[in-house]
């Protein structure tokens, strides 16, 4: 799940600029927003970068990170809504039809599913091979119907590897002990992105320090760096070696650049970066001093997106910054609760985010017309 960290917090009717049909997940989902979003890009410039805002997914307990194909007519996503495993499990809808198929087989914990650009392709990340992978599920359905709850974060499990699914053909494409998870595909479908712990349980995880064996020894994200591998999962590659939590990292739209989120090694801090697909010209586009994640280019590629909780902890709202961080983050969301995980639709017209609405709702996906010319301005790149 590009969906995460040691903040702890993470984690349809879709009507469209293209005239799709509505996506009905649930029969019993209630109706739609439809009004539009002002947001205000500073005092004296008011700027109209959503409107047409309509909650996509309805049902289980949660739901968030959808991920396009692309011709923009499906989403992968990953959702809480299995009656007897009540960790997250992958699913594909069809945007046109509101068709919901379930791609993982409903074992263990599966994340961030990306969709190859062949469009068959469906790649995630799965404990299902964990050994324990049952227990674990069934332990945590008797922790929630005890009646007990704790703050929700999300789990860096050792077993996850990352998988891709080709019809009814799952190949596993890693094998190390580790977290492998946050995987996405090149444009061009010959190389994957991910994120990566495994350093802390192989042979090199003699090079740590006493101190810093002790972190990941609580936080297992401490450990996590960028890497990149051929689709077959050949030719594996080390991009970061920073100490603290390296993740989420997506290709440039022209496969030149990655993009990805940097914590402080004692996590209370995150950036936005972009780097060369080789790791070289590694750049901070963000300098908020505070929890910015979770970016995405714009088809355009000349901005990203992502979120901030820069006007409260606990509110996180999306923002855009230039694609070379030369000018000023602007606010795109103004609303109380939690928006985050957003995704530009390949056209770049249509908005997709993963939305909490305070603290006694779920998160769902939402969606909205996103207005191009309006971010170009209030970036001053026209």
Known sequence: MKYIFIISTLLLSSCSQN??????LDAHAPPAMSTGMIIESSAEN??????????????????????FSPDGTQIVFQTERLDDNPFYQIFKMDLELGDVEMISDGIGKTTCPWIHPDGQQILYSSTHLDTQAQQKQQDELDFRASGKERRYSWDYDDNYDIFVKNGDELKRLTTQQGYDAEASFSADGKWIAFASNRNA????????????????????AFMLDIFIMKADGSEVKQLTTHRGYDG??????????????????????AEIYTMNIDGSDKKQLTHTNNMSWSPFYHPSQQYIIYTSNKNGFGNFELYIVDAQGEHEPVRVTNMEGFDSLPVFTPTGDELYWTRKKDSNSVSQIYRGNWNHQAALKALNLQ
Do not use: C, H
């Open 46 to 67: 008011k700027q109209i970068f959503l409107t047409n805002i309509n909650q996509l997914t309805f049902a289980g307990k949660r739901a968030g990170e959808g991920y």
């Open 201 to 220: 349980y192989n042979d090199k995880a003699a090079n740590m320090t006493k101190e810093e064996a002790k972190i990941f020894a609580i936080d297992k």
């Open 19 to 24: 005239s799709k049909k509505p996506a009905k």
């Open 248 to 269: 989420g990292p997506f290709f440039s739209p022209d496969d030149k650049k990655i993009v990805w989120r940097r914590f402080s090694a004692d996590g209370k801090r």
